[in-house]
């Protein structure tokens, strides 16, 4: 029993290798983010308060790219597991051409109705010159961020591909150099340090954009001067073909997750306005806790990416029941790790709002609030690890019933139905709608251990 959920030395070496640049790199990240919001937040709870209703909208823009390249990316990692490198490089290819019209035509639709978008979080405030000034800043914030959506969009083709074929250091040190450039650039421009202009919120966007941009032209460049280990490369712009047997695949078994990574992120965002309802108040909490939690939660989000990485080479390579060996022991060390993350994020959550110049009852309330995230991470750990397990062999309708079938179909109604048919306060409010996870646990320990998912795709 004990060794069905627990590898040996080998095993742990090569999920630790994999799985460290990622943890680094979005470690990093998430660390520069929390740091971006904090010097935000010592603005004024106003400035955070747009740039965190804002941020809402960008949080969907980037699952829908992560989708977009999810969706491919499966084939990506099969096709280099069988040793495919044409397929390797159409699938590449594809996922330029999508990811690039994609950020086109959500940009626009941010550009023309993101007032409109914004609002949906603010207008429950009662104090409505507070609101039109979160507004304000938000917006601004959001036009500036615009630019920077197609460079992050093809970054993320760069980076998935890179992963699926083992290449993890890369798109870290990319990763790495940008946050560095984002928090350097955000302690001049949003306080006015060195002789710069002090230009808050504007400034917390600018320093973003540039940062997006640094790590578009490391990863371009770093691939094509080694194009003979990156051969996917080699003649990927040489036309904008991609056959189409392929994206009829893709669309048939990539869409669907694509498609769930969309509404998921839409399923969170309307959680929130939810949670919003309650005031403006909450809003501000609730990003401090998101904030955090994307900080604390980074180490069973990246197990999450390389069980997708691991199981689908070793699916590509038709080593299926070792796949479904590996898959159980995955899953149980992204919950083990996640509990040890619970534990420091419970503790941490006490002292953490006293960086933030916000009202004292606020502070309580982030505190409370991602103490009950912490208690519930646990379950988001096994929940993530079941995804990308489901993910792996291109199971797309399970893999979206499980996932943003069950945001729409029990997590928004529930939120929906407490927050404008009750007077439940926000605390329990939240705690049910972080505590019913424990039944998307339950369809996902259903649909892994049915075995569905496990197939070579590219074969067929």
């Not at 491919?72 to 096709?79: E, L, N, P, S, V």
């Not at 051969?231 to 009829?248: D, M, Q, T």
Request: with cysteine.
């Amino acid at each position: 029993m004990i060794k069905k959920f627990i590898g040996d030395k080998r095993f742990y070496k090569r999920i630790i290798v994999l799985m460290l640049p990622i943890l680094i790199q979005n470690g990093i990240t998430n660390f520069v983010n929390m740091l971006d919001n904090i010097m935000v937040g010592r603005v004024g709870e106003i400035e955070m308060t747009g740039v965190s209703s804002t941020n809402q909208l960008i949080f969907v823009f980037n699952l829908c790219i992560f989708g977009a390249v999810s969706g491919a990316g499966i084939f990506g990692a099969q096709f280099f597991g069988s040793g495919d490198t044409k397929g390797l490089r159409n699938t590449f290819r594809f996922k330029m051409i999508f990811c690039t019209v994609l950020s086109v035509a959500v940009g626009a639709v941010f550009l023309f109705f993101g007032e409109d978008l914004i609002w949906l979080y603010l207008k429950s405030e009662k104090n409505t010159a507070n609101a039109t000034a979160a507004l304000a800043h938000g917006y601004d914030y959001l036009k500036i961020m615009l630019i920077s959506f197609i460079p992050a969009g093809i970054v993320q083709c760069y980076s998935s591909t890179l992963r699926e074929t083992g290449k993890t250091v890369p798109p870290m040190m990319a990763g790495v150099i940008a946050v560095l450039v984002n928090l350097v650039l955000n302690y001049v421009l949003i306080f006015g340090n060195f002789g710069a202009p002090a230009l808050g919120v504007a400034g917390a966007a600018i320093a973003t954009v540039t940062a997006r941009f640094v790590e578009f032209f490391i990863l371009v460049v770093w691939t094509a001067r080694h194009r003979e280990s990156n051969r996917f490369i080699i003649g990927a712009y040489k036309s904008l073909r991609v056959p189409l047997k392929l994206v009829k695949q893709i669309v048939v078994k990539g869409f669907p997750l694509m498609l769930n990574e969309t509404m998921w992120a839409l399923g969170m965002a309307f959680l929130n306005q939810c949670y919003s309802q309650r005031g403006m108040a909450v809003v501000t909490a609730n990003n401090i806790v998101q904030t955090f939690f994307n900080v604390f939660s980074v180490a069973f989000m990246a197990v999450g990416v390389s069980i997708g990485i691991i199981l689908g080479q070793l699916l590509g390579a038709g080593k299926t029941e070792e796949a479904k060996d590996t898959a159980t022991k995955l899953i149980a060390f992204s919950v083990f790790t996640s509990v040890v993350f619970t534990v420091l994020f419970a503790v941490s959550a006490i002292f953490i709002p006293e960086i933030y110049k916000i009202d004292s009852s606020v502070k309580l309330l982030a505190t409370r609030m991602m103490q009950i995230c912490a208690l519930a991470m646990p379950l988001d750990a096994f929940a993530n690890s079941s995804y990308f397990t489901l993910r792996s062999g291109g199971e797309a309708l399970i893999t979206f019933i499980f996932d943003s079938g069950f945001v729409w179909v029990v997590a928004v109604p529930t939120a929906f139905v407490l927050s404008r048919f009750t007077e439940i306060p926000i605390l329990p409010l939240y705690a049910v709608c972080q505590g019913i996870n424990i039944i998307k646990c339950a369809i996902g320990l259903y649909f892994v251990k049915k075995g569905k998912w496990i197939k070579n795709i590219v074969s067929l």
